[in-house]
C-alpha cells in the first residue's frame, strides 16, 4: 500500500502504481480532473500546491514513451498543448515547463510548470533544482487561498475543455 499527502493535506493510499490508481479514480483529488478521455488523464499535480502544475498522463500503464502508438503520442502532447493554451488565455501564467518523465517502474507522464515569477527567488536554475521549487511551495502555499485557486484553474481548464473538441 502507498501512501502519500495531497496538495491539500489529504492522506491518500493506493494500491500498487499511484499513475494506474489515479486513472482507475482509486483516489481523487479536492480539485478533481481537469479532463480525461478514454486514453488519458490531465489532473493537477497530486502533492504539490502550485495552481497549474498539472499532469498528463496515459491511463495504462506505461513506461516508456515507445510503447505508446503514434496517435496516442499525439494525443497526451496535443492534450498537453490545450492546456497550456487554455492556462495562458486565461492569464494564469505566461510561461511554462514541460517535463516529460521517462523512468524505471515509473508511471510515464508529462508534467506542465507554469513559470511563476516567486520560482526565480527559489534557485538560479528551476530546472537543474526543481526540488528547490517544490520544496518552496510545500513550506508556503499549503493554505485555504491556494487550494481556492488550485480549484479555480483546474475549473477553468476544465471548462476549456468542455466547450470545445
Ligand atoms: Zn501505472
Known amino acids: 500500500m ?53 499532469i498528463v498522463a496515459p491511463k495504462r500503464h506505461i513506461e516508456m514513451l515507445s510503447e505508446l502508438t503514434e496517435e496516442e503520442r499525439n494525443e497526451m502532447f496535443s492534450i498537453a498543448d490545450k492546456a497550456v493554451r487554455i492556462l495562458r488565455e486565461n492569464n494564469i501564467c505566461e510561461r511554462f515547463d514541460y517535463i516529460f518523465e521517462e523512468k524505471e517502474n515509473r508511471h ?27 520544496d518552496y511551495a510545500l513550506y508556503n502555499f499549503k493554505n485555504e487561498e491556494k487550494y481556492r485557486e488550485i480549484e479555480r484553474v483546474t475549473g477553468i481548464v476544465k471548462n476549456g475543455f468542455g466547450s470545445s473538441k
Open 2 to 54: 502507498g501512501k502519500m499527502v495531497s496538495y491539500n493535506n489529504n492522506e491518500i493510499s493506493y494500491d500498487g502504481c499511484p499513475g494506474c490508481a489515479y486513472a482507475g479514480h482509486a483516489f481523487h483529488l479536492d480539485c478533481g480532473l481537469a479532463y480525461e478521455n478514454e486514453h488519458f488523464t490531465l489532473s493537477q499535480d497530486w502533492e504539490l500546491p502550485i495552481p497549474g502544475f498539472l
Open 108 to 134: 510515464l507522464h508529462v508534467w506542465i510548470l507554469p513559470r511563476y515569477d516567486w520560482m526565480a527567488e527559489c534557485t538560479d536554475d528551476i530546472i537543474a533544482d526543481l526540488g528547490a521549487v517544490f
